[in-house]
């Protein structure tokens, strides 16, 4: 009887078969779906991708597959996506592109040869801005496809992934989010031990919305009972089941391979160990296959053909015939490209594993020597990656170390620097295994391991830099290296303040008195006044010092005042005269363009729209903020400097109350997912908004952000609105203690007398915490930081006011709320305005001012309904119950108010179900079912789910049709 060596039917996948098609109708509707599909080697991942696949072209979907290859962390960035998207472009042709094939050319070199004799020399990039344009670039593409049918995107082995591959994949699940897009990963979860990196992208991925996990589990007694029957053409014996069942434990391709192996009726000779079972095959094929078979397992999972046969040295007709026997057993397959793949990794491994020492380096050397010789026989752009591996895994150590580093080179300019930095890490591991490594990379240790160093902080792994730092300053001399030294231990004071470990002070002020005893000359010019710019926020009136210094020197040596980081700096920190400081802005940026200086240009955007936004000229703010953010995407540093500028907007677009912008302006900032504190304030200021509109996700962002007060140290620009967002957040759960406790510590702050930008909004939160508790002492620390806190600007007047109006008593309360209500118009941010109208309202309502109480309470509902800002919505309809103002924020302003979703809430209630079932019926937790049942109570202005079904049929909210069952 014939054995097949592979089933055709897919067994026991019923419930994950279902879940992938569900997936793809959300997908179809228009919702970005992801789905991590995860399982134990062999446990039929691809089998079911197959199936799945399959199914989907069927219904008219586009599919593209891409596999990560097993190269490592250092191995090629981005391979599947290449993959996919080759095959986009032997499908639709360069013209899908969208006349970006050069900025593609990353990803598909093929794509940028015909340009390539044209191309201007590019030295390694500085940032890794130019990546987030080439993610953009990715996601609109996909999003073009999708437009045109739903599209699949399956990349398969993620536990193989580099980083550049997820953060891609990243990207594209927490912040492009392209529509009628399902993105399928899938991973071995038998490879996740602890401590790799894909463990901790998983759990990010989980806190995404849309993104779904679906495990493989094994296979029951039943399940192995079915493939065996399907392989064997029979029914096996009872005794053949149980034995194969607990050898493999219902792993299907372990199965597979027991039933060939074994005796094809009964399967009862089986091997005895995992790697006799998967050398089995192996090992009954003729020798000239298996001999074949080793050589292509040293050059990886996927082959070419003319690799293997520049390597094997074979005659043509010979090594097709071997390739053919594979082919035959199944142990190998072919693609339509011509060249080969190994039908599981496992087999691959065990085969390589099985080569002899001196063989398993005489392989790799083969290979290493044939692509140096020949790149073309690998993928576009595999070359410089491959050639560094196989050097490597052949112990070659000078030539490992002399692939490494350019293997960095082409990872830079592929802008995937943490392979960058992961080459250049084995390049340093290499360093003292090579006599004459000096000679062969033309530099000493100590520059390669500040290559290594700016690798890392480009690549935003900032605690790795700051033990680079060390080991450079360890080996550095600093009498006869002075501003090699001080460049060191500039850097190690920037990366303690933005891990937040220290304020780097004590390396800061080393780091000067080494530059200062340096050489003169540009070089100096330029260290000193990075060491004033990071001085800034720690001493300004030093950092003012050294960049003076630095100033003076300037001329000398032919460098641009104007174009000084510091001079920038320095116009936001300290005494400042923020009208005139905007002119200098203005004449640095001019300057800045017209030396093509691009991140002094946005450096001058992001200060300028900061300044803006502070002087009260919100629209202003937004608008140049925006023009900054497409002025730093034309220059290509969009993800770096430039992402401030996006902060920048989304704090314009609040003050103005274009909260759904500056929402969407956030997500697009958290793409970029940065180390330490830098991206600290988009998360404060998401936090916030979402604590203001009650968003479910609150808690989440609010915590997130709060954990960064546990730091030994945050600069206080920082510090003190995470103050404010503890006090709000205390308030909103209405934990009286904690707000008390979190108000207390924020008004002890040794930093706030000396930011009124940031410590108005701190008093005024104090003030309210104070009033809500009646805590007098809270309210007199309040009362002496304010009576001495500069009030310059229009935010910080009208919350001056606020917290004058706060601390009132007695008949002092009301003309202090109308004098704070007139301050907040006046600087013209609505949410303020909002809860000091409610205020005033109390305050009226209390004096018998009935019509101003009424007129308040409208404007109020008015604002929180503009806004979304249900608990603004909830207070005002509270305070009309409560002083007999039914029509200032009843029912009517209240149903207007509600979500889709609140609605189909809604209707369910009418129906009488219970929050369990109105959980079950829209997919939803029963936490989250009773949290919209609360705010449709609130916005209604009822008291109870009988109350809120009355109103509803009452006004015709029922009328819609109903939720499907």
Not at 465 to 492: H, K, N
Request: aromatic share 4%; proline share 5%; charged share 25%.
């Amino acid at each position: 009887m014939t054995v097949r060596a592979a089933s055709s039917v897919l067994v026991g996948r019923h419930r994950e078969t279902a879940a992938l098609r569900d997936a793809l109708g959300r997908a179809r509707a228009g919702e970005p779906t992801t789905v991590l599909v995860g399982g134990e080697a062999g446990v039929g991942k691809t089998r079911l991708l197959e199936e799945f696949a399959g199914w989907a072209t069927d219904g008219a979907a586009r599919v593209l597959v891409g596999q990560c290859l097993e190269l490592g962390e250092a191995g090629l960035p981005f391979a599947p996506f290449a993959a996919a998207l080759r095959a986009v472009l032997r499908a639709d042709g360069p013209e899908v592109f969208a006349g970006y094939e050069a900025e593609f050319a990353p990803l598909l070199p093929e794509l940028g040869r015909a340009s390539a004799t044209l191309a201007a020399p590019r030295s390694v990039a500085l940032s890794d801005a130019p990546r987030g344009y080439l993610f953009d670039l990715v996601a609109e593409l996909f999003q073009r496809l999708a437009d045109a049918r739903p599209l699949v995107l399956i990349i398969e082995d993620l536990h193989w992934a580099d980083r550049s591959t997820r953060d891609l994949i990243g990207f594209l699940v927490r912040a492009a989010r392209p529509g009628r897009l399902l993105l399928v990963c899938t991973y071995r979860t038998d490879e996740l031990q602890r401590g790799h990196p894909l463990r901790p992208f998983l759990a990010e991925l989980d806190r995404a919305r849309g993104v779904e996990r679906v495990e493989l589990g094994r296979l029951d007694r039943d399940g192995t009972a079915a493939i065996l029957a399907d392989l064997l053409g029979a029914e096996p014996l009872a005794r053949a089941v149980d034995d194969v069942h607990d050898r493999t434990q219902g792993n299907p391709f372990f199965i597979e391979e027991l039933a060939v192996a074994g005796d094809p009726i009964g399967c009862a000779a089986l091997p005895e160990t995992l790697r006799d079972l998967l050398l089995a095959r192996v090992d009954r094929l003729p020798e000239p296959t298996q001999r074949v078979l080793r050589i292509a397992a040293a050059g990886g999972t996927r082959f070419a053909h003319d690799l293997l046969a520049e390597v094997a040295g074979l005659p043509e007709a010979e090594l097709e015939d071997a390739l053919r026997a594979a082919v035959a057993a199944q142990l190998v397959v072919a693609d339509r490209d011509g060249d080969y793949e190994f039908r599981h990794a496992l087999v691959r491994e065990a085969v390589h594993d099985e080569l002899l020492p001196g063989e398993h380096a005489r392989l790799h050397a083969r290979f290493a020597a044939a692509i140096e010789a020949q790149p073309h026989l690998v993928a576009a752009g595999r070359a410089p990656a491959e050639i560094a591996h196989h050097w490597y895994a052949a112990h070659d150590h000078p030539r490992a170390l002399v692939a490494a580093r350019a293997a960095a080179g082409a990872a830079a300019d592929r802008y995937a620097y943490a392979e960058q930095r992961r080459l250049l890490e084995r390049a340093l591991e290499l360093w003292e295994l090579v006599p004459d490594a000096a000679d062969l990379l033309g530099m000493d240790h100590l520059a390669l391991l500040e290559q290594t160093l700016d690798a890392a902080v480009t690549a935003g792994d900032f605690s790795r830099a700051i033990t680079l730092t060390r080991a450079g300053l360890a080996e550095v001399d600093a009498d006869a290296a002075p501003l090699r030294a001080s460049r060191l231990l500039d850097q190690r004071g920037r990366l303690m303040a933005l891990l937040g470990k220290s304020d780097g002070s004590r390396e800061l002020d080393e780091a000067y008195r080494l530059a200062a005893g340096g050489p003169p000359g540009a070089e100096r010019v330029r260290l000193l006044a990075d060491i004033a710019t990071h001085l800034v926020k720690i001493d300004p009136q030093k950092a003012a010092r050294v960049a003076a210094e630095a100033a003076t020197d300037a001329e000398a040596f032919g460098v641009n005042v104007a174009l000084l980081s510091t001079r920038i700096a320095l116009l936001c920190h300290g005494e400042r005269d923020l009208t005139g400081g905007l002119a200098v802005l203005g004449q640095a940026a001019a300057a800045a363009r017209a030396a093509g200086d691009a991140p002094t240009l946005v450096l001058a955007m992001v200060f300028e729209s900061d300044m803006l936004c502070e002087l009260g000229r919100y629209a202003e703010s937004a608008q140049a903020a925006e023009a900054g953010v497409a002025e730093a995407r034309r220059v290509g540093i969009s993800r770096s400097t430039g992402a401030y500028l996006l902060s920048n907007r989304a704090e314009a677009l609040i003050a103005l109350g274009r909260w759904d912008e500056a929402e969407a302006v956030c997500a697009e900032a958290a793409r970029i997912d940065l180390s330490g504190v830098t991206g600290l304030h988009w998360l404060q200021l998401g936090a916030g908004l979402r604590l203001a509109r009650a968003h479910p996700g609150a808690d989440e962002l609010v915590d997130r952000a709060l954990t960064f007060l546990g730091r030994p140290y945050l600069w206080p620009n920082h510090r003190l609105p995470l103050h404010e967002l503890a006090i709000e957040a205390a308030l909103a759960a209405d934990d009286k203690v904690e707000a008390v406790r979190a108000a207390r510590v924020a008004v002890a702050d040794e930093s706030l007398p000396q930011l009124p930008r940031e410590g108005w909004p701190v008093l005024s939160a104090a003030a309210r915490t104070a009033a809500r508790v009646s805590d007098r002492e809270l309210a007199a620390a309040v009362a002496a930081l304010a009576a001495d806190l500069p009030a310059l600007h229009p935010a910080a007047r009208a919350h001056a006011a606020q917290v004058t109006a706060l601390l009132a008593v007695g008949d002092q309360a009301l003309p202090a709320w109308r004098t704070a209500v007139d301050a907040w118009r006046a600087d013209g941010q609505p949410y303020p305005l909002g809860r000091a109208l409610l205020a005033l309202a109390e305050a009226t309502a209390a004096a018998g001012e009935r019509d101003e109480t009424a007129a308040a309470v409208t404007e109020a509902t008015e604002i929180g309904g503009r806004l979304g800002a249900a608990p603004l919505v909830e207070a005002a309809a509270t305070l009309a119950r409560r002083v007999g103002l039914r029509g200032a924020a009843g029912g009517g302003a209240g149903a207007a108010l509600l979500t889709a979703r609140e609605r189909e809430v809604l209707r369910l209630v009418a129906e009488g179900h219970s929050n369990s079932r109105i959980a079950e019926r829209l997919f939803i937790s029963p936490k989250t079912a009773s949290v919209h049942v609360s705010r449709i109570i609130a916005k209604l202005g009822v008291t109870n789910r009988v109350e809120a079904a009355a109103l509803a049929h009452r006004l015709g909210l029922l009328t819609e049709s109903a939720v499907p069952r």
